[in-house]
C-alpha cells in the first residue's frame, strides 16, 4: 500500500470541500454581517464578481487540506504502527485505534497559528491592523514572538483529541447501519451522510470550546487567560444562559454538515480510484 496515499487524499477531500463551500460561507458571512435574505446575499456577491468570490480563500485552503491531510494520514500511520505493537499484548483494536486517533489530533494542533491568523483577519476590530495572512504572521513573530502564535493551544488540543476519537470511532459504526450500498453513487452518499451527521454532531458538542478559541484568539498580547476563565467571562457575559452560549451554533451546523459530508465522500471516493 502506498506511504502518503491517506495524507493525499485527505488533503484533496478538504480542497474539494473548501472551493465548494467558501462561497457558502460568504453568503452566511454577509448575512451575519449586514443581516440580508440570503438571496440578497447571493445578488452582492454576484456583483462582486467571481475574481472576489474567492478573495481570501488561501488562508482556509492552507490551512484546512493541511490539517485534514494530518488528521486523515498520521490516523493511519499511527494506527498502523500501534496495531503490530499491540498485536502480541491483546490490547484490543478500538483502543489502539482511539489512542492513534487521539495522536493525531494532538499533532495536528502544531497548525493552530493558521487558526490564530484566520481569528484575527476576520475580527473586524483587527482590519487596520493586519492586512494579510503573511503580515499577520510578520507582525505575531516580530513583536510578540512564537508564544503570541500559539494562543488558544489549550481549547484547541481539548477539541482535537476527541473529537478524532469519536469521528474516527464512530465512522465505520455509523455507515453500517445506514442501507447497503450496491453503486459506487451509493457509496458516495453512505459516506456524505456519515461524514456530515458526526460532523455536525462534533461540531454542536465541541462549540462551547469554538467560542472560547475564537475569545481567546481575539486577544492579541496580554496575559494568558485559562481556558476555564475565558469561558467563565464569556458565560457571564452571555448572562449565564446556555442558549447564549451556543449562538451561530445552527449555522455551523449546517456548515459542518456539508462540510464533513464532501471530506468524508471524497476521501472514501479518492481512497478507491488511487
Known sequence: RALGKHYVCGSIAAFTNIVVTFPIQKV????????????????QLQRDGLRNLYRGLLPPLLQKSTTVAIMFGLYEDFSRVLLDLADSS????????????????TAEAILTPFERVQTLLQDHRHHARFNNTAHTFRTLLTEYGVRECYRGLVPILLRNGPSNVLFFGLRGPIKEQLPEATSRAGHLVNDF????????ALGIMFYPLNVVKSRAQSQVGG????????LLTVWRERG?????LFRGA???YHRSLL????????????LKLI
Open 259 to 270: 462540510s464533513w459530508g464532501i471530506i468524508n465522500a471524497t476521501y472514501e471516493l479518492l
Open 90 to 105: 491483546g490490547v484490543p483494536e478500538l483502543v489502539t485505534r482511539s489512542f492513534a486517533a487521539a495522536l493525531a489530533g
Open 240 to 244: 449565564g444562559s446556555l442558549a447564549m
Open 250 to 252: 445552527h449555522l455551523n
Open 193 to 200: 451522510v456519515c461524514g456530515g451527521v458526526l460532523g455536525a
Open 223 to 230: 496575559a494568558f487567560q485559562p481556558c476555564g476563565k475565558v
Open 28 to 43: 452566511l458571512f454577509r448575512q451575519q454581517l449586514h443581516g440580508v435574505l440570503a438571496t440578497e446575499a447571493v445578488r
